[in-house]
Each structure stands twice: as C-alpha cells, then as structure tokens.
C-alpha cells in the first residue's frame, strides 16, 4: 500500500536500532561467504516466529554488501538473543569464526543505536510502511509535524 501523504512513524518509547550486514570481498569464494549470507534468513524466520524476542521489523538490501536494517524492543531484548545458546545466531558466530575469522574471505560489521524519544525523526512521502514506519503508528506530518525540528522534539507523540 502506497501512502501517497507526507507521514511521519511516532513510536512509544525508546528502541533499539541494529544495522548489521556482510561484504563479499573475495565473489568466487562462494563456500565462504553463501554460509555467511544464508544464516540470516534462518535468524529473521526464528526472530519472526518467536515475537516475544523482541524484533519489531527489519529492511534488508543485497549488493556486493547486503545491509540488513532492524528495529528492536530494547538493548536487552538483542543482546539476551545474540548470546542465546538455543537460538540461531550464536551458532552462526561461532561457524563465522572457525571458517573465516579474518582471512579476509567474508567482511562483516553491526552497528546498534539506543533511540529515545526526542532522539529520532524521521518522514515518508510516496512511500509504504517502511523501516521506523512498520513499528508505527504512522500519522500524517503535518502543525508541529511538518518540519524535522518539531519531529525531533516530539511534536504530536501518541496522534494516530
């Protein structure tokens, strides 16, 4: 559904934002980086199925480097499932490890952000719900919400 108005995500709370992705340095590799780029649909089915784990949604983009965007329920949330043992991602660590470590084969890189109210704005004009706007809820940015200054400071927080 394409949103055809000048929208803006006003979220409750604070969240946690995850980019996390993968470089293909060496293309003819290919038994070293296909483990590395199909671990993570194994991890978004796991994450998607169990909602309770804190995953609100994710973005992903594929290139020489895939970067795949997340939004999270809380810092804790994340971090209790990068380390859990029963969970597929700290099986796919340690494989990472063992097979490439730093040969140089395979790059890969995360970065995570804690986002307070008051900490984010954001817009989406001709668009459909996308990252920040898939937690939502989405309301039109319009009075306070029109300008990136009013966003920022929380103009308009809990309209929808």
């Not at 998607?48 to 020489?64: A, D, I, K, T, V």
């Not at 790059?107 to 668009?127: C, D, K, L, R």
């Given at each position: 559904m394409l949103l055809n108005s000048r929208m803006t995500a006003r979220p409750e709370g604070s969240f946690v934002v995850f980019l996390i992705g993968m470089r293909i340095n060496k293309p003819l590799r290919v038994h070293k980086w296909w483990p590395v780029a199909s671990a993570m649909p194994r991890m978004l089915t796991e994450?998607?199925?169990?909602?309770?784990?804190?995953?609100?949604?994710?973005?992903?983009?594929?290139?020489?480097?895939?970067?795949?965007?997340?939004?999270?329920?809380?810092m804790d949330q994340l971090l209790a499932y990068a380390k859990d043992r029963s969970a597929a991602h700290l099986p796919a660590w340690q494989s990472f490890n063992r097979a490439i470590g730093t040969d140089g084969t395979?790059?890969?890189?995360?970065?995570?952000?804690?986002?307070?109210?008051?900490?984010?704005?954001?817009?989406?004009?001709?668009?459909?719900?996308?990252?920040l706007g898939k937690v939502g809820p989405l309301v039109e940015a319009r009075g306070g919400l029109q300008s990136a200054a009013g966003r920022m400071q929380g103009e308009g927080r809990g309209e929808g």
């Open positions: 994450l998607y199925r169990q909602p309770e784990l804190g995953l609100l949604c994710h973005e992903m983009w594929f290139s020489r480097t895939i970067i795949l965007l997340q939004y999270w329920r809380s395979v790059g890969i890189w995360h970065e995570t952000y804690q986002a307070q109210p008051g900490s984010f704005e954001n817009v989406y004009v001709n668009m459909p719900p996308f990252g």
